[in-house]
């Protein structure tokens, strides 16, 4: 039985959507590589100093987002939800 997900992400990341990991990151394929998000920003991972972290919160990030990212669950199966796109709906005067 496959249950659909609603995942929220910004335009910029579904635009290069791939799925989600087997442990729930959003994964992107930039170019052919397949990277997974840090869960707490939905951002790359990077190095400081010695340990991986996330490029915006600067929170400890798992060594899943440095390797290249498999994909758990195809973008197809997954509803995807973009916040913050603006309603232009004309109201009758
Ligand atoms: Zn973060």
Redesign the pocket.
């Known amino acids: 039985m496959i249950n659909i997900l609603a995942v929220t992400m910004t335009r910029e990341v579904y635009e290069e959507f791939a799925g989600l990991s087997a442990s729930g990151c959003l994964v992107i394929d930039r170019g052919g590589e397949l990277i997974a998000l840090?869960p707490?920003?939905a951002?790359f991972a990077t190095f400081c100093d010695t340990s991986l972290c996330?490029k915006?919160?600067y929170?400890e990030a798992d060594v899943e987002h440095l390797l290249p990212a498999q994909v758990a669950v195809p973008a197809a199966l997954i509803n995807t939800c973009i916040p913050g796109l603006p309603r232009r709906r004309k109201e009758g005067s």
């Open positions: 840090t707490c920003c951002a996330c915006s919160c929170g």
